[in-house]
C-alpha cells in the first residue's frame, strides 16, 4: 500500500480564495482525521471521520472550514474564503480501528 | 525541507550516545500513548505506544515509560544515529472509546556526528 495520499503538496493561494485539500486513506481503514500544524498550535486535531461519517468536529476552527468523506477511499478539506492566518500545513491520517494513526506527506498551504 | 519551523525544545546528542526526551501529558484520564517521529518534509511516523496499565515498553532501540503518577512520558533512543534526527512528539488518546489524538509541542533531536 502507498499510505495516506495527499495532494497537493504545496499550494499557495491569495486571500479570499477557495482552497481544496485532498486526501486518500489507506485502504481499509475506517477512520481519517486531518490534523493542522502551525509554529504556534503544533499538531492540532481538525476533524475525524469514522466509516466516512463526521464523528467530531471541534476543532476546525471557523465556517470557512469544511470537512466531506465521499466515499471510503477519498475526503477532503475546504477551506472558503481563505485568509493568511490559514497558512500552515495540514495532514491528513487514518487508522482501522485502532488509536495508531498513519500519517500523509502533508499538504503546505500559503495563503498571501 | 517543510520544517514548519516550530521554536522547540531541542536536546543535543553525540552519534552513539543515549537519548532521553520527555513529554509532560494533561489529562489524567488518558490511557494510551504513543510516540511519533517527524522529519523534515514528512508526516509524523510512529514510534511506539503503550497503554496506561503498563509502565515500560521496549521496542528495537527505542524504550518508553510511563508515570502516572506525574503525568509523565520519555522516550529512550539506544545508540542515537544520525538518521534518529527529527522533531519527536508525545500524544495522548482518552479512555472514551473515541480515537482522538491530543499531540504534546514536541521536541527537536539532533545527533552530532
Known amino acids: 500500500d502507498a499510505g495516506v495520499i495527499q495532494s497537493p503538496r504545496h499550494e499557495v493561494t491569495e486571500m479570499g480564495q477557495e482552497v481544496t485539500l485532498r486526501c486518500k486513506p489507506i485502504?481499509?481503514?475506517?477512520?481519517l482525521f486531518w490534523y493542522r500544524q502551525t509554529m504556534m498550535r503544533g499538531l492540532e486535531l481538525l476533524i475525524y471521520f469514522n466509516n466516512n461519517v463526521p464523528i467530531d468536529d471541534s476543532g476546525m476552527p471557523e465556517d470557512r472550514f469544511s470537512a466531506k468523506m465521499p466515499n471510503a477511499s477519498f475526503s477532503t478539506l475546504k477551506i472558503q474564503p481563505s485568509e493568511p492566518r490559514d497558512s500552515a500545513v495540514y495532514f491528513c491520517?487514518?487508522?482501522?480501528?485502532?488509536?495508531?494513526?498513519?500519517f500523509g506527506q502533508g499538504t503546505r498551504l500559503t495563503v498571501v | 525541507g517543510e520544517s514548519v519551523g516550530l521554536h522547540l525544545p531541542t536536546l543535543s546528542v553525540q552519534e552513539g550516545d543515549n537519548s532521553i526526551i520527555n513529554c509532560a501529558y494533561s489529562?489524567?484520564?488518558?490511557?494510551?500513548f504513543i510516540w511519533y517521529k517527524q522529519e523534515s518534509g514528512k508526516g509524523p511516523q510512529f514510534i511506539i505506544d503503550i497503554r496506561s496499565n503498563m509502565d515500560k515498553r521496549q521496542g528495537q532501540r527505542v524504550t518508553v515509560l510511563l508515570n502516572k503518577t506525574v503525568k509523565h512520558l520519555s522516550l529512550q533512543i539506544a545508540a542515537t544515529q544520525p538518521g534518529d534526527s527529527a522533531v519527536y512528539f508525545c500524544a495522548e488518546n482518552l479512555a472514551d472509546s473515541s480515537y482522538k489524538l491530543i499531540f504534546g509541542s514536541g521536541t527537536r533531536l539532533l545527533v552530532r556526528p
Open positions: 485502504s481499509g481503514h475506517d477512520y
Open positions: 489529562n489524567s484520564a488518558s490511557d494510551y
Open positions: 491520517a487514518s487508522s482501522l480501528s485502532s488509536r495508531e494513526a498513519f
